[in-house]
């Protein structure tokens, strides 16, 4: 650095950084919160209790781990089929189901009693036959 | 609070404990589990993200494959078709039958008219439809197991792929060629764990020639259904949709077919086609004007009360007249599930 002097503000900075840093921690006088929470109400301004903060350590820690799952799985599922607009069918209950099926009656009956454009339809799935014609 | 927060953490834990593995060959893997119905046990290697397959329609190629299908004998014995399958790689294929060996047989022996006229009528759907290509929503609704072992399929060494449906609508398994990654062989599955269809290639022909070959063509003319109206093959119907599907099922393709006079009183025919990737469903539709309800009264406008059901081949059908029209859905689900389809249209 050659001939060059640290300015003194500097210096003095560091020096109080290291004073502070030698100080132990102490508990602040009671009724130190006293007087500044009578003053405080004085000028009108009301103390909270932050909920944020009372949570325990674990709670916290479940909270975050909850967060951070639910954006992975989210980005995971978004990537599946994103911009696609595919609508997929959701499940529905069993209530629902019953509903539905109370509005038709089904009779059975032997594929060959069925129409010809259902036996298409299913013999385009499989390979089906008239069994009586065996 | 805090009893709910252990709860919460317990089971991210628990899950945390089932991270998967990547093994050399990217594949991630977990510890197989025992599952239920038609896993085997020994499954290992979970893939993240499903294959990619390749259908033998597409290349020029000829195959021989035997395709089993339940039969509805008190037996629960199966039906063996014996068929050739010869594709020129331009998009012409062709599917004929070779011999059959029905419920009960021991050997395989000519097959009868009536199989032979459905082979004839069916082979382009057959190929399209009953010949599984995989669609989308794979990962969603399946969990894909890679068999760590190769297996041979006519002679060659085929990945083998486990799939459980999420939704428990039927399991699948899938042999494709190692190296070219065709689908050689499959075997499908029922929500019960009943096969309903299993098909497998035993002769690959990667030089055919096509002598005098008669290439499959469409039935009727047909084409994707414009819900604007400005079909040329037109329909003289309101379509009715579905307010029920099988759980993560969406719609793959909709046509209509031009069957207009195919018998009295019919109009051209609406067919939906709807899938989860792997199943498929058929809700078809068409003008009837020679029936009336073929049920009593309901509170639902345009519904019937009664329906025909019947099952063959593996696969469920119903089918019934509202005023003026009939209607069909039709897929190898369970009985309760095309049931329910078919109710929800009304």
Excluded at chain 2, 16 to 21: F, R
Excluded at chain 2, 49 to 69: A, D, G, K
Excluded at chain 2, 147 to 169: K, M, N, R, T, W
Excluded at chain 2, 199 to 206: A, Q, W, Y
Aim: net charge negative; charged share 20%; with cysteine.
């Amino acid at each position: 650095m050659g001939d060059l002097q640290a300015p003194p503000e500097l210096w003095q900075g560091v020096r109080t950084r290291l004073i502070i840093d030698k100080l132990e921690t102490q508990q602040a006088p009671s009724e130190l919160w006293d007087v500044v929470h009578a003053q405080l109400t004085e000028e009108g301004v009301t103390a909270r209790t932050t909920k944020m903060f009372s949570l325990r350590p674990m709670y916290a820690a479940a909270a975050a781990l909850l967060i951070v799952l639910g954006v992975a799985f989210q980005s995971d599922w978004a990537s599946s089929d994103a911009g696609s607009g595919l609508q997929l069918a959701p499940a529905i209950s069993a209530e629902a189901r019953a509903e539905f099926l109370s509005r038709v009656s089904f009779r059975e009956v032997q594929p060959h009693e069925m129409s010809g454009i259902s036996r298409a339809l299913a013999a385009s799935l499989s390979v089906t036959i008239n069994e009586e014609n065996r | 609070m805090r009893w709910l927060s252990l709860v919460c953490i317990s089971l991210l834990f628990a899950a945390c404990e089932e991270v998967h593995k990547v093994n050399a060959s990217g594949v991630t893997t977990q510890s197989a589990t025992a599952g239920g119905g038609n896993i085997p046990d020994t499954a290992a290697g979970f893939l993240s993200e499903p294959p990619q397959f390749t259908y033998p329609e597409y290349s020029n190629i000829y195959l021989q494959r035997e395709v089993e299908v339940p039969s509805n004998s008190a037996a629960g014995d199966f039906h063996v078709f014996h068929e050739a399958l010869r594709a020129d790689g331009q998009g012409s294929f062709n599917l004929e039958i070779i011999e059959t060996m029905m419920a009960g047989d021991t050997v395989f022996g000519a097959p009868s008219a009536d199989v032979a006229i459905t082979y004839q009528d069916q082979q382009r759907y057959m190929v399209k439809y009953r010949d599984i290509h995989l669609g989308r929503a794979l990962s969603l609704n399946f969990n894909w197991t890679e068999d760590p072992v190769l297996q041979q399929i006519a002679g060659v060494d085929c990945v083998h792929y486990i799939v459980e449906s999420v939704h428990g609508l039927g399991d699948a398994e899938f042999w494709i060629d190692a190296s070219s990654d065709m689908l050689l062989a499959y075997t499908m599955f029922d929500n019960a764990g009943e096969v309903t269809l299993k098909l497998t290639t035993t002769v690959i022909d990667n030089t055919p020639v096509h002598a005098g070959v008669e290439w499959s063509s469409p039935l009727v003319d047909e084409e994707d259904y414009d819900p604007d109206g400005s079909n040329a093959i037109a329909l003289d119907i309101e379509v009715s949709d579905p307010l029920y599907l099988p759980p993560g099922f969406y719609k793959k393709s909709v046509r209509v077919l031009n069957s207009f006079g195919m018998f009295q009183g019919m109009g051209n025919l609406h067919v939906a086609l709807f899938s989860d990737g792997i199943h498929q469903l058929f809700i078809a539709q068409h003008a009837d004007t020679s029936v009336v309800n073929n049920g009593g009264t309901s509170q639902f406008p345009n519904s019937i009360t009664l329906a025909k059901f019947s099952e063959t081949g593996g696969i469920r059908m119903v089918e019934g007249n509202p005023p003026l029209k009939r209607l069909y859905v039709v897929g190898s689900m369970s009985r309760d599930e095309i049931h329910t389809v078919f109710s929800s249209l009304f």
